[in-house]
Structures are given as C-alpha cells and as structure tokens.
DNA sequence: AATTCTTTACGAAACCATTCGTAACCCAAA
DNA sequence: TTTGGGTTACGAATGGTTTCGTAAAGAATT
C-alpha cells in the first residue's frame, strides 16, 4: 500500500476535514455548527457527508456512544501532500517549482513568511544527498 | 469584475488546456491527439469538451473556416493562481506558507530548482515596499 | 407514561462531469 | 454525381457529489 489508494477528499469534505484537523475529533452537531458559520447547510446533509466520508475511509469514527464522533482517518500534511501532487499533475505540468513561483509571486506574503521558506531552503539543502538523481517525477515503487 | 467568475477548470478541462498552452492553438483533432498519447479518449468527447468549455468561457474558438480552432480563454498564469488560490482556501486555510512548506518539504528538489526559489523571496524583498503594487496581483475593479 | 428533542439511517432528487453514439454537413476524390 | 473521410452538433447514459425529507430509535423532560 503506497499512496495509491489514497482517498481524494472532494470539496466538501476537505471543508469538513478542516473542522476536524482544526478542532479534533467532533460530532456531526459540532462540525455542523461550524460549517454553519461560514454557509446555510442542514443538519442532515453534514451528517451523511461524515457517513460517506466514513464509508470511503476518509474518517474513522467511534460509534461506541450514541452520538458518534468522528475523527480524520490520515493526518492532515498527508492529505494535504495528495492534493498538492493532485494539482501538480493537473495544472503545473509536475513542476513543483512552478507552483511554488506561482503560489508566492501572486500573492502577498510577509517578510516573516518569507523568512521562514528561507529556512526550509537550507534546511533542504543540509539534506541534499548528491549521490541521488532527483525523480521528482516518478513515484513508480511497486 | 474581479476574480469573482473567473472560470474554475475540472480535471479534464485543465487536461486539456495544458495542450492548449503548451502548443497554442489547436484543432479538436490536435488536442485529442495528444491526450491520446496519455490515455483512451474518443473524439467527440474531445469535441464535446471543447464545445462545453467554449460555452462556459473556458476556451475561445475561430470558426471561420470548417475546423475550428480552439485557444485559452485566459492566459496559463492567471489560470493556475485560481486554482491555488481554491486549493489554499479548501485545504490549507488560506495560508500560503503552509502550502510552499508542504509544497517542497514533501518532495525531492533540486538544488538548482532551490537557488531559483531563493532568487524569487530575494525579489520579493525587494518589492516589499508597497508604493507600488505588483502588475500582476491587482486586476481589481474597473 | 407521554411528549419532545436529538441522533442515526436511508432513500431519493438535483446537479454536474464525463463519455460516446448518431446524424448532419462539408469537401475532396473517384 | 456519387462516395468516403473528416468535422460539428446534439442528445443521452453513466457515475459521482451534494442536498435534504422522512422515519426510526434513544434520551431527556414533563
């Protein structure tokens, strides 16, 4: 099991996923309360979202009490690498740098923020291992 | 107008958009050609769409003469800081930081794709100040 | 005990993306 | 003129997502 199977959380779900990563483990009411906060949706329509979510493995859930809470099945870095490699592949061609030209050459960011992708840089660099030819575009461990 | 009803591409549509960038301007049977190379697609769903993204406003068409000829409604950039800027608001909060982090810390880049990363917040610094906004980050209302 | 509130489960409707079959049309070649 | 290949247009089937109405069951309140 590799990162094939991975689920693909559709936009409603990532929606709920972020209640979920935010706040931890919930209840349909509570995660409802919150997506409430931000749109009109009914009770029952979070509810068999969380029911689908949990049909597909995107979360588990414990049904040991009567109201059920749920909690996301992978971590959040996890889910988020799919969506990355996602859109990656739809829009960027596979070039992460790319991407990452366009998510901060567009857009505001502070010089904190920058300093801190600076860091990383390094960081990236200490772990650089020459030996290494650099596949960034094949994931093809069988 | 603003950003507001900018188009938002499904999967396919960006399939086929990414010829239509890579290659400019191109009959139905151009594009089908090339996604064929990646997988088993049939012509009229090519066509069909072509047609659908024409409607949507996705694409715009020459049909002066019998085979039209499609090319993107909206340039490559504008397109893909749309959809980082969906990607950022479903699944990473908003926060950009997070995105680049997850972006390069879960992926093998070069060092020369590192060193062009750091020539980007270089610049960034520079315009830092902003008695001038970016050219490219302000289409805002007319 | 009866009523009300909360919760789960289920089914169906509405909508959208994707795919393709079929027909009509044009043009060029026979 | 007829045939055949390539093209567009259209409609429909399929499958997935999202929404919600309704029913059933448990828990709390009266």
Known sequence: ????????????????????????????????????????????????????????????????SRTHVYRPALREQETQGVLIDRLLEAAFGGSALK??????????????????IRDLLDSMDDQQDPDQPSPTATPDTK
């Open 99 to 116: 991407l990452v030209q366009q998510a901060l050459g567009n857009r505001k960011t502070s010089r904190a923020e920058l300093d801190q």
């Open 1 to 64: 099991m590799g990162k094939n199977n991975v689920p693909r959380p559709t936009e409603s779900e990532l929606e709920i996923l972020q209640v979920l990563w935010q706040h931890g483990p919930s209840t349909v009411r509570f995660v409802n309360d919150e997506l409430s906060k931000r749109r009109d949706v009914g009770y029952t329509t979070t509810l068999k979202l969380l029911q689908l979510m949990h049909e597909k493995g995107i979360v588990a859930r414990d049904d040991s």
